[in-house]
């Protein structure tokens, strides 16, 4: 059964600091999704990454897939207050479905 | 253009009660799929949903149950609910793999 853990599971940062995020999962999947969530919000996606290699950017966010490692990262870069919330990693069950498993999440926290 | 739109956004049933949450795809998204999401964890897969036929089923009992309507409109049903049911359920729909998910905003439910 396929498992998705990210760490660290809570990351208290300072404004202007960078920092990575990882997304390790346990069996064969070609894509990966990211996604922000704010309190007491819905899910907002930031990057679908659909191959080895893949790399997305958007502002301060730098996501990655390495599928032989089976690992994603999402590379924070001088960290602003906006980007506090909880970021949460999901990968495809089966391949052809649309059965995603999120990751434990991580609650970022981006102090002034 | 309208995102993914859930009804009710909150609602408070007893237990044993039933319940019925709806959700309308983004226009043209032919894939619906729900999660439930505990507080303080990450989504779990529920149901996808794809022209109408159950595409995925997750490790929900059969108190859950669900179907896609002919304007690919969705309805969650639960069934002689638990106090444990309590949770944000969220719709979701594509219209593909490359795409990932657009998620609703959520119906918050509580089971007292």
């Known amino acids: 059964e396929l498992k998705v853990e990210q760490n660290p599971l809570f990351l208290s940062m300072q404004e202007g600091k960078n920092y990575t995020i990882y997304c390790n999962y346990s069996?064969?999947?070609?894509?990966l999704y990211w996604y922000r969530q704010d309190p007491g919000k819905s899910l907002e996606s930031l990057f679908v990454?659909?191959?080895?290699?893949a790399v997305k950017q958007e502002g301060r966010l730098m996501a990655s897939l390495d599928t032989k490692a089976r690992l994603s990262t999402l590379h924070i870069t001088a960290a602003v207050h906006d980007l506090s919330a909880t970021y949460f990693c999901?990968?495809?069950?089966?391949?052809?479905?649309?059965?995603?498993?999120f990751g434990t999440g991580t609650r970022l926290k981006v102090l002034a | 253009d309208a995102g993914v739109t859930q009804s009710p956004t909150h609602l408070i049933k007893t237990r044993g009660q039933h319940v019925t949450l709806r959700c309308s795809p983004i226009s043209g998204h032919k894939s619906v799929s729900w999660y439930q999401q505990v507080l303080g964890q990450g989504p779990q897969f529920i149901f996808q949903y794809y022209e109408k036929e159950e595409r995925g089923r997750g490790n929900f009992p059969d108190r859950f149950s669900a179907r896609q309507f002919p304007n690919y409109s969705s309805e969650l049903n639960v069934n002689a609910l638990l106090l444990g049911d309590s949770a944000l359920y969220l719709c979701?729909?594509?219209?593909?793999?490359?795409?990932?998910?657009?998620f609703g905003s959520g119906t918050r439910l509580t089971v007292v």
């Open positions: 979701a729909s594509s219209t593909g793999q490359v795409y990932g998910y657009t």
């Open positions: 990454l659909l191959s080895n290699g």
């Open positions: 999901a990968v495809v069950a089966t391949s052809g479905t649309y059965k995603y498993i």
């Open positions: 069996t064969t999947s070609d894509r």
